[in-house]
């Protein structure tokens, strides 16, 4: 069992708590890691932790996001010391301090997506809740209750996520077939591709959607050349099962993890388990000794 694994902030939908699970399905070393839908890149961050590779390719469609990261691992102490800056900015605005995130929001969306006001957004927004309007423009709501993480907290974290990724990790902002491409037997690529919006239809949550059969048609090709992948995708909460099932003849195993207790549910006086799907590719499991063993003692084979 890995121990407590750094993140920079808290981001909705990001795999960290999932992530000490996650990696028990991998292979314990591997030439390189490819998360072509990284959000804050908690399972390249994990494996990295864990000693698993030496190598990463961490990408996503969001560009002030890879940019941040990029960032935190290649100069920590400019994105602490501009971070530093923002987060107390806000104290001299004295009660109104939640006009100070709505400044910060606006200036960010009128070309200034610097990673320290991408970072302070992410610190003060609703749940770490990344939402986008139909301009592209940012535009979730300040936690009104919080500052937003606090500077020393934040800088221990960085630190540790730059000294384990730094002069390991490419930082790319293209399409996920892209990144795909550049996959070669050897790699392992872990996909969590944006929640509900693998349609055609646009997710506020995300700057684009993902087309189900482009994406699955990807897994084919992955398939052909013998790539090893992982991909979090469908789930289910109570007797609510959400996203869509990933077709039969992709071959993969199927794992339901234990995301614990609905938080949703709770509130509406339900006790109720989320279940977070976790498809292991044909290649993975016929190559990696270690997968089948623990498929017996591990979450819920599907």
Same mark, same amino acid.
């Given at each position: ?32 890691? *490819? ?50 800056? *923002? ?216």
């Amino acid at each position: 069992m890995i121990g407590k694994i750094p993140h920079i902030v808290q981001y909705q939908g990001s795999k960290r708590i999932l992530a000490p699970r996650i990696l028990q399905y991998m292979p314990i070393k591997f030439d390189r890691l *490819l998360e072509p839908f990284s959000g804050m890149a908690a399972i390249s961050i994990a494996a990295a932790y864990d000693n698993r590779t030496d190598a990463y390719v961490i990408n996503d469609i969001n560009s002030p996001l890879i940019e941040m990261l990029r960032e935190a691992v290649e100069h920590p102490q400019n994105l602490i010391d501009s971070y530093t800056d *923002l987060w107390s900015e806000q104290f001299s605005y004295g009660e109104n301090h939640v006009q100070h995130y709505y400044d910060v929001r606006e200036r960010f969306n009128n070309n200034q997506e610097t990673p320290a006001n991408m970072l302070y957004l992410l610190a003060r927004c609703v749940k770490g809740a990344v939402r986008y309007g139909k301009s592209g423009n940012f535009n979730q709501s300040p936690d009104k209750r919080r500052h937003g993480t606090n500077p020393k907290t934040l800088a221990a974290n960085v630190y540790e996520i730059s000294g384990l990724l730094k002069g390991k990790a490419e930082f790319m902002c293209r399409d996920y077939h892209d990144i795909l491409e550049m996959a070669k037997p050897g790699d392992l690529v872990y996909m969590d591709p944006p929640y509900q919006g693998v349609t055609n239809a646009r997710d506020s949550r995300y700057l684009s959607g993902v087309s189900f059969d482009d994406f699955t048609e990807s897994l084919k090709i992955l398939n052909r050349k013998g790539i090893d992948y992982l991909i979090s995708y469908d789930g289910k909460c109570g007797k609510k099962e959400y996203g869509t099932e990933l077709p039969e003849n992709l071959h993969c195993r199927k794992i339901l993890l234990n995301a614990g207790r609905s938080s949703q549910a709770t509130l509406l006086g339900k006790d109720e388990t989320t279940f977070e799907a976790l498809y292991i590719s044909e290649t993975l499991i016929s190559h990696c000794d270690e997968i089948p063993r623990q498929l017996s003692l591990l979450e819920v084979a599907i």
